[in-house]
């Protein structure tokens, strides 16, 4: 495979439930993103991962939990999540941060009933 | 912060028509602005960039200019196909280790048959 891969694709789940949204990068980047996208707003970075090291994290609130074992692969643990957190995660790699352009994965389509 | 405003927010063209596409900044240190193509059911794809030190560029159809006076650039796309229906947003970062790219909302752009 190559590129950004994301998985799932979609995901349906209750506001109790505990989910994992998981981002593979294959193209040697350090630097990792997730971004949220929400209908008519401009894309909100979340969490930045520099050589697996948080670098960035704006304001998420702590029901969205990101981990990063390596530079390759990045988490984004979900639990008690509220409606108004549905929408589309992207997740993003680069070069290094500040450095290289972001490519991003096709998302995860998130509802939450 | 950078602020990025993209108008407008709809653009309807007909094929073979052209279609200019127009983004403000506010940070006069920006000087790295990459324009990024959505189509449905994808993540966003990098489609042209500009740094500063230049002026215009082009890459076949597409063609992206910037007024780092009046701070704003624009991506000019001529000779639209049906193909080129999606969803654009625009980028400005400044180019180094700290930087953060800020995106706009994004515009839809569809073209008639």
């Known amino acids: 495979e190559t590129g950004v891969t994301q998985t799932p694709r979609h995901l349906v789940m209750g506001m109790t439930n505990k989910k994992s949204l998981k981002c593979e990068q294959h193209l040697g980047h350090n630097a990792m993103y997730w971004y949220k996208q929400s209908a008519k707003k401009p894309l909100e970075l979340m969490f930045v991962y520099n050589f697996k090291e948080q670098t960035e994290n704006n304001s998420v609130p702590s029901r969205f939990s990101p981990e990063c074992p390596n530079s390759s692969h990045l988490f984004l643990h979900l639990h008690t999540l509220q409606p108004e957190d549905s929408a589309l995660y992207l997740c993003?790699?680069?070069?290094?941060?500040?450095?290289?352009?972001?490519?991003f994965g096709s998302g995860t389509q998130l509802s939450v009933l | 912060g950078e602020n990025v405003e993209q108008h407008p927010s709809t653009l309807s063209v007909q094929e073979g028509d052209s279609a200019v596409i127009k983004c403000t900044y506010s940070?006069?240190?920006?000087?790295?602005f990459p324009w990024y193509k959505q189509e449905l059911g994808k993540g966003p794809q990098l489609i042209i960039d500009i740094r500063s030190n230049v002026g215009e560029k082009k890459d076949q159809r597409i063609a992206v200019t910037l007024n780092k006076t009046a701070k704003h650039f624009s991506l000019h796309i001529t000779e639209t196909q049906p193909e080129d229906s999606a969803v654009y947003f625009c980028?400005?970062?400044?180019?180094?280790?700290?930087?953060?790219?800020?995106f706009g909302k994004g515009i839809t752009l569809s073209v008639r048959p």
């Open positions: 980028a400005a970062s400044s180019y180094g280790a700290n930087s953060k790219l800020t």
């Open positions: 940070d006069s240190a920006s000087n790295y």
């Open positions: 993003a790699s680069s070069q290094e941060v500040g450095t290289g352009i972001p490519f």
